[in-house]
C-alpha cells in the first residue's frame, strides 16, 4: 500500500506545479534539482552584471496559473507583479517594412489593412475567428486530457463537435491553411511563426497550430523582475504548502523493484525511497539510459529525426540604434522555406534566419528608447544536433555576423562588445539538457499525428509519471504547466484506486 511519498526530479514549470498540487493534497513531496535555482528552462544568466532571462521570454494563458494559486489557496497576484502587453510583437522585413499586432485584434487588422491591403485585413479577421473555433475546440477535449487519442478526441467532442473538429483541418500544414486567409506571403510568415513556439516547421506542422494566434489575442503578460521570477514563486508556493525542494542534489537513477518504482539514486551514491517519482525532464533522458537502465522501457526512443528546434541565442548588454524596438521584435528572412529547408533536412543553422529579439527594458509602446545599454537576448532557429556536431567558435563567428548583418538591412545597428555577450549553442542546450541535442521542445509537431505521439503522464512502468515540454500536451510555459496538472492528477488516481 503505498504511503504517498513523492520524488519529482527536475524544477522546471512542469515539476514545480506538480510539487504544489501534490503538497496542497497533504502528500510527502521532494522535489530534486541539480542547479542551484528553480526555472529548467526557464533559465536567467548573469552578463555584465545584469540578469537577463535566457529562456522563454512570454507569458501567456495566464488563467492557468490563476488556477493554480488559487487551487492552493493563494493568488498570483500575490507572487508577481504583471502588466498586460498593448503590442504583442512587432514585426519587420527590411528597414522600410515593419507591421505591429495588438493585444487589441480591431486594432491589429486596421494595422494589416494599412500595411498590406484591405482583403488582408479581411482575411486576418476570419482567421481569428478560425483561429478562436480551433481552441475552443481543442481546449477541454485535447489540451486538457491526460491521455489524448484521435478516437478519444472524436468521442470527447461529441455529435455537435464533430462539426468543428472536421473544420479544423488537421490534415493541412499550417503554410496551407494560412493561404486560405493571406495572399501577402509576408503575413503567411508572420502567422506561420507559430509553428516555431513549439519547435516545428510552418511547412510541416499542422494547422491546428492555429490556435496559439487566439491564445496570444487573450493576452501576453510582461512580468516584473523578468520571466524567471514565475518559477521562484511556484517554488515558494510549492514549500509553503510543505514540499521540500533539494538545489545542488542530480538524480542519477530511478530505481525499479518488483515492476514498479522504488525511488531514486543521486550522483553522490545515496538513495531515497519513494512510492512515485515525477520525471521533469526531456522524456529522451529516460528512453536514452540518462536515469538508469531500469526505466529505459518506460516510453517509447524518439529518434533525433523528429526533434524538434534548437536555437543558437545571444544575451547581450548594449547600446542599440535605428530601429525602435518593442519588448518582442521578429526580423523575416525572405524565404521562409529555404530557412527551415536548411534546418530540419540540411541540419545547418540557416543562411538566412528569422532572428526574435526580446528588449528586456522596453515596454511595448515606449517613446523614447532606454539611454545607454540595454539588455537584449537574441534567437535563431538551429537544428538539435548539439550531441553530435560542435558547432565551433568559427561556424558561430561567421553565424553572429550574418545575424546582426541582417539586423543592420533592417535598420537596428547593435553596439555590441565581446565581455557583456554570453552565446549559447545547440551544443551547450544538450549539456543544459541531456540527451536533446538541444531540443527546446521536445519533439517536432510536424504531421497531425504528432500531437497524439507525445508522451503522456503515464508511463509504462507502475509509479513513474512524466511532467514538462516534452510531453502532452507539449511545449511552452502555459502547456508546461498543465503537463504538471496531469502528472499530478493522474498519480492522485492511482493512488486511489490502490
Not at 515539476?15 to 534539482?33: P, Y
Not at 492557468?64 to 519587420?92: M, Q
Not at 481569428?128 to 477535449?141: F, G, M, P, S, V
Not at 514540499?243 to 542530480?250: C, P, R, V
Amino acid at each position: 500500500m503505498p504511503t504517498e511519498k513523492v520524488i519529482i526530479v527536475g524544477a522546471g514549470i512542469g515539476g514545480l506545479v506538480t510539487a504544489v498540487q501534490l503538497a496542497n493534497r497533504g502528500l510527502e513531496v521532494t522535489l530534486l534539482e541539480r542547479a542551484a535555482i528553480p526555472g529548467g528552462k526557464m533559465r536567467e544568466v548573469r552578463v555584465g552584471g545584469h540578469l537577463l532571462d535566457a529562456g522563454p521570454t512570454v507569458f501567456t494563458m495566464r488563467w492557468i496559473f490563476d488556477e493554480i494559486f488559487a487551487e492552493a489557496g493563494s493568488s498570483l497576484t500575490d507572487h508577481l507583479r504583471l502588466r498586460p502587453a498593448t503590442i504583442i510583437a512587432r514585426h519587420a522585413w527590411s528597414e522600410y517594412e515593419r507591421l505591429d499586432l495588438f493585444a487589441d485584434q480591431e486594432r491589429s487588422a486596421d494595422a494589416i489593412g494599412e500595411f498590406a491591403g484591405a482583403a488582408e485585413a479581411r482575411g486576418y479577421r476570419a482567421f481569428c475567428t478560425q483561429a478562436r473555433n480551433i481552441y475552443e475546440t481543442l481546449d477541454k477535449t485535447f489540451i486538457r486530457t491526460s491521455r489524448p487519442s484521435p478516437l478519444g478526441l472524436m468521442g470527447r467532442c461529441g455529435v455537435r463537435g464533430f462539426g468543428n473538429l472536421r473544420g479544423i483541418k488537421p490534415y493541412d500544414s499550417l503554410w496551407q491553411a494560412l493561404g486560405e486567409y493571406f495572399k501577402d506571403q509576408r503575413l503567411r510568415q508572420l502567422f506561420g511563426r507559430y509553428s516555431t513556439y513549439c519547435g516545428s516547421s510552418p511547412f510541416q506542422a499542422p494547422a491546428t497550430l492555429m490556435l496559439i494566434a487566439h491564445v496570444e489575442q487573450q493576452g501576453v503578460w510582461l512580468v516584473e523582475g523578468g520571466m524567471h521570477q514565475i518559477a521562484l514563486a511556484l517554488a515558494n508556493l510549492a514549500q509553503s504548502r510543505g514540499a521540500s525542494i533539494q538545489y545542488g542534489t542530480e538524480v542519477a537513477e530511478v530505481l525499479v523493484e518488483r515492476g514498479r518504482v522504488a525511488g531514486v539514486r543521486l550522483a553522490d551514491g545515496n538513495s531515497i525511497a519513494a512510492d512515485a517519482v515525477v520525471v521533469n525532464g526531456d522524456p529522451e533522458a529516460i528512453s536514452g539510459g540518462h536515469l538508469g537502465r531500469g526505466v529505459t522501457k518506460a516510453i517509447s526512443r524518439l529518434t533525433p529525426a523528429r526533434r524538434s528546434l534548437s536555437a543558437i541565442t545571444w544575451n547581450l548588454v548594449a547600446e542599440t540604434q535605428g530601429f525602435p524596438l518593442s519588448r518582442h521584435n521578429v526580423f523575416f528572412a525572405r524565404d521562409y522555406a529555404a530557412e527551415f529547408n536548411d534546418i530540419f533536412h540540411r541540419s545547418r543553422p540557416p543562411r538566412e534566419g528569422t532572428v526574435y529579439l526580446c528588449a528586456q527594458d522596453r515596454s511595448d509602446e515606449e517613446k523614447e528608447p532606454p539611454s545607454g545599454t540595454e539588455r537584449l537576448f537574441l534567437l535563431l532557429n538551429a537544428p538539435a544536433r548539439g550531441d553530435t556536431y560542435p558547432f565551433d567558435a568559427a561556424e558561430i563567428e561567421q553565424c553572429e555576423q550574418r545575424v546582426f548583418s541582417f539586423l543592420e538591412h533592417c535598420g537596428l545597428r547593435v553596439k555590441r562588445r565581446p565581455e557583456n555577450s554570453l552565446v549559447t549553442t545547440p551544443a551547450m542546450f544538450n549539456r543544459l539538457f541531456p540527451a536533446t541535442g538541444g531540443a527546446l521542445y521536445g519533439q517536432a509537431t510536424h504531421g497531425w499525428q504528432a500531437s497524439f505521439n507525445r508522451p503522456a503522464s503515464r508511463t509504462r512502468i507502475p509509479g513513474l509519471y512524466l511532467t514538462g515540454g516534452g510531453t502532452h500536451p507539449g511545449a511552452g510555459v502555459p502547456m508546461a504547466a498543465v503537463s504538471g496538472r496531469l502528472a499530478a492528477t493522474s498519480l492522485l488516481a492511482d493512488l486511489g484506486s490502490t
